[in-house]
C-alpha cells in the first residue's frame, strides 16, 4: 500500500529556512517520479520541485535558487530544503508520487499524494 507522509512544516520569518521531508512506503523513491506542490487558500495547486527516476530535476522559477529537492534512499524519504523564505511561500505543501509523465509539475499527472505540512512564512 502506497502511503506519503509529510513532516517538516511550520513558522518561519521571512528569510528564514525549513526543511520538509515526504516519508514513502509501499515502493521505493528512487523508483518513481516525484514531486512537492503547493497551495495556498484560494489558489490553485502549484508545482514547486519535480525529480524523476533519474536523478534529473526541475524546478518553479520562483523557486529557482531557493529550494533543493532530493532523495534520500537509505530512509526513503523525498525532502525539500527551503531557503530564502518569502511570504508568498506560505502555503500547504505535499508531496506527491507515481506521475505518467516524467519532470512534470502539473499535479494531475501524479496519482499519490500526501496529506500535506503547513508552512507559514511571516514578514
Known amino acids: 500500500q502506497v502511503q506519503l507522509v509529510e513532516s517538516g512544516g511550520g513558522s518561519v520569518q521571512a528569510g528564514g529556512s525549513l526543511r520538509l521531508s515526504c516519508a514513502a512506503s509501499g515502493f521505493a523513491v528512487s523508483s518513481e517520479n516525484m514531486g512537492w506542490f503547493r497551495q495556498a487558500p484560494g489558489k490553485q495547486r502549484e508545482g514547486v520541485a519535480a525529480?524523476?527516476?533519474?536523478?534529473?530535476?526541475i524546478y518553479a522559477d520562483s523557486v529557482k535558487g531557493r529550494f533543493t529537492i532530493s532523495q534520500d534512499n537509505a530512509q526513503n524519504t523525498l525532502d525539500l530544503q527551503m531557503n530564502s523564505l518569502k511570504a508568498e511561500d506560505t502555503a500547504m505543501y505535499y508531496c506527491?508520487?507515481?506521475?505518467?509523465?516524467?519532470?512534470?509539475?502539473?499535479?494531475?499527472?501524479?496519482?499519490?499524494w500526501g496529506q500535506g505540512t503547513q508552512v507559514t512564512v511571516s514578514s
Open positions: 525529480i524523476d527516476t533519474d536523478g534529473l530535476i
Open positions: 506527491a508520487a507515481d506521475s505518467r509523465v516524467k519532470l512534470t509539475l502539473w499535479h494531475g499527472f501524479y496519482n499519490y
